[in-house]
């Protein structure tokens, strides 16, 4: 075979690995979309970044393998490799994946909720007991504040005869 031949089949099978790869990293927003539900601008915004990186990605690919040249069996191989892996994968690797990580976060947030309880019973008791204080405290207040008054009442009842 020429190599011209080669270098083309190769850039043809690399545009296929391209659009494998694209299809890849969208389904893994996808799983973080399932994952961490979010409004439609940060959706937009996460599509927008998306397709920016893909877009540089797809034009480095372009100018390493063939100068820049915009060659439609290039588009076409990285839509057949789309194809192709939507057909093998469909969405069994978001579902799986995205049921898996949820599965992990909350058996993490549990260990951590086990490993904190003993914080949080200490948290609660000494909670408790400075609430007790401090009512223990108001009581002492108003008691001195009594005491002063009357103190206070008699003081000048005292200089007032004088």
Request: charged share 20%; with cysteine.
């Amino acid at each position: 075979m020429s190599q011209d031949i080669v270098r083309e089949v190769t850039f043809f099978l690399h545009s296929i690995l391209m659009g494998i790869v694209i299809t890849f990293a969208y389904d893994w927003i996808l799983i973080l979309r399932k994952l961490f539900r979010h409004g439609g601008f940060a959706t937009s915004l996460e599509d927008l970044l998306y397709w920016f990186v893909c877009g540089i990605s797809v034009f480095y690919m372009l100018y390493r393998e063939n100068s820049g040249v915009l060659r439609w069996f290039a588009v076409m191989g990285a839509a057949i490799g789309m194809f192709f892996y939507k057909a093998a994968v469909k969405n069994r690797l978001v579902n799986v994946m995205s049921t898996c990580i949820h599965k992990m976060m909350c058996l993490i947030f549990r260990l951590i909720q086990i490993v904190l309880k003993p914080a949080k019973c200490l948290f609660l008791a000494l909670r408790r007991f400075v609430r007790f204080l401090l009512a223990r405290l108001k009581k002492v207040i108003r008691f001195i504040k009594k005491r002063l008054t009357v103190f206070i009442k008699n003081l000048r009842m005292v200089l007032c005869k004088q």
